[in-house]
């Protein structure tokens, strides 16, 4: 089963899907059942922030992975780093540099495995600099039936934000960023 989605939205969504070019049926993402969460830790403690996406351009194949492909943008200028006293710091120079790069972007360059434990591997642009990444993945149809009209993406990866260049506050901030990602797809 081949699955298509442009997605331009103001909800999250990240990282799946294909070039297949076969005809693709419709997806919406579902509202208020999707998120981008961001883990990091301040002063040693673990702290969640979000982010919202831009855009997403999608298709995924669940028979054959391999053919399945994912361009997705982040609202970096807009992230809520779970703190807010730590905003301005986030969005700032030292860390996401806002003001002249505004969004994050990841656009697959592979994707392997099965719907139940797939590797998402790509481009990640943070800051303007790009990088390898690879995401662990997982594609379940709603509550595990066999009900192939609504599915539930979830993706989880860890990336190092000195390697992107975001080294601000480095006394009081880890450099590993873990990236939690949950969407629910429902066709058209």
Do not use: C
């Not at 054959?64 to 730590?86: K, R, T």
């Not at 662990?136 to 990336?159: E, F, W």
Request: hydrophobic share 45%.
């Amino acid at each position: 089963m081949l699955i298509d989605r442009r997605l331009f939205l103001g909800a999250p969504l990240a990282f799946w899907a294909a070039r297949a070019g076969a005809r693709q049926p419709n997806w919406l993402l579902v509202p208020g059942e999707t998120e981008v969460k961001f883990t990091y830790k301040l002063n040693g403690a673990p702290v969640t922030g979000r982010m919202q996406a831009l855009s997403a351009d999608l298709e995924i194949d669940l028979n054959q992975l391999s053919h399945s492909s994912v361009e997705v943008v982040l609202d970096a200028a807009n992230a809520d780093p779970g703190m807010p006293f730590a905003k301005t710091a986030m969005l700032g120079s030292e860390v996401l540099d806002v003001a002249h790069n505004p969004t994050i972007r990841f656009v697959s360059t592979k994707v392997s495995g099965a719907p139940s434990a797939a590797d998402v591997a790509g481009q990640l642009t943070l800051r303007g600099t790009t990088r390898p990444v690879t995401f662990a993945g997982r594609v379940n149809t709603a509550a595990g039936s066999s009900d192939t009209s609504h599915l539930v993406i979830t993706l989880n990866g860890g990336i190092s934000r000195a390697k992107f260049g975001s080294t601000g506050y480095a006394d009081l901030v880890g450099d590993e960023v873990d990236f939690t990602v949950r969407a629910r797809l429902q066709r058209v």
